[in-house]
């Protein structure tokens, strides 16, 4: 089973400023099957980039990713105060599916 | 525009199973793009995988779970469903069902609000 870990836990930014957020798997991710969730208290978690570097429908082009193998990148290029968020990472592989453990983006 | 909905008890008695359904509506269950699945979120925790299930009714089930699961689906109401045999409180969370796509490389694409499920006597 693929481990995922993200880092920051935390990110502490103000709105405008350039989000990185990182995600590293414990063995190499298949065919860049790699996506990132935003999720909010009392909401449903919302795709935003699938395949590593592919952003989903609607999702606005301040979101990117990037990586394969075992290292991917989501970078919120200014962030906007609808950002602040959890963000997790998700990977499919061997018909199993494991999430990341989030990192959270706050308000500075 | 498909739609999500979970469906189910709030609360749940240690040693009973927990049934929860999610309704698809706006679409059909039966496309081989999809697999059907069930994500929780323990409070303060991140998301679980629990299981998914394809359109031919393969099944696909955590590891840590696999024992306890069982993911079945009756195309004709558009609905899959969610078994978790013998529970504790550590199964206390809020359970999502969400869309796997082939299309978005096995992301899940829609997901339903969830529903809270205590597990308590």
């Known amino acids: 089973e693929i481990v995922l870990t993200q880092s920051p836990g935390t990110l502490s930014l103000s709105p405008g400023e350039r989000a990185t957020l990182s995600c590293r798997a414990s063995?190499?991710?298949?065919?860049?099957?790699l996506a990132w969730y935003q999720h909010k208290p009392g909401q449903a978690p919302r795709l935003l980039i699938y395949?590593?570097?592919s952003r989903a429908t609607g999702i606005p082009d301040r979101f990117s990713g990037s990586g394969s193998g075992t290292d991917f990148t989501l970078i919120i290029s200014r962030l906007e105060p609808e950002d602040f968020a959890v963000y997790y990472c998700?990977?499919?592989?061997?018909?199993?599916?494991?999430f990341g453990q989030g990192t959270k983006v706050e308000i500075k | 525009q498909v739609q999500l909905q979970e469906s189910g008890p709030g609360l749940v008695q240690p040693s009973q199973t927990l049934s929860l359904t999610c309704t698809v509506s706006?679409?059909?269950?039966?496309?081989?793009?999809?697999?059907w699945s069930w994500i929780r979120q323990h409070p303060g925790k991140g998301l679980g995988w629990i299981g998914s299930?394809?359109?031919?009714?393969?099944?696909y089930y955590n590891p840590s779970l696999k024992s306890r699961v069982n993911i079945s689906q009756d195309t004709s109401k558009s609905q899959f469903s969610l078994k978790l045999s013998s529970v504790t409180a550590a199964d206390t969370a809020v359970y999502y069902c969400?869309?796997?796509?082939?299309?978005?490389?096995?992301?899940?694409?829609?997901w339903g609000q969830g529903t809270k499920v205590t597990v308590s006597s």
């Open positions: 063995q190499s991710v298949s065919s860049s099957y």
């Open positions: 299930i394809y359109y031919s009714g393969s099944t």
């Open positions: 969400a869309r796997g796509s082939l299309l978005e490389d096995y992301a899940f694409d829609i």
């Open positions: 706006g679409g059909s269950i039966s496309s081989r793009n999809y697999y």
């Open positions: 998700q990977q499919y592989g061997s018909s199993l599916w494991t």
């Open positions: 395949g590593a570097s």
